[in-house]
């Protein structure tokens, strides 16, 4: 796709790709991409990009959990989905 300058315009993603997570192994990042995809069709997240970047760089995705009503960077939610927090037995997390 080209604008009318005749250099190639940037199409926004419309979905977060493993790329996005770069402190993930590729299994981690399939792992999440897969449990986010399974969330927003059951209408439980939405995944939006920020409205700018700066050139060169990648989309930054942002996640929102409809439950939490909060949002989370996509890294940052992924991370706490994969590793919850351990909490002793017996007891609530404070």
Known sequence: MYHFLGKKATIKPDFPERLDMAHLSDKEAHDALELLRLLVS????????RPWREPGQRW????????????YDLETWAISVLFPPITPSGGDAA
């Open 60 to 71: 930054r995705w942002s996640v929102w959990v409809q439950a939490e009503s909060r949002r």
């Open 42 to 49: 059951g209408g439980q997240a939405d995944v939006y990009t």
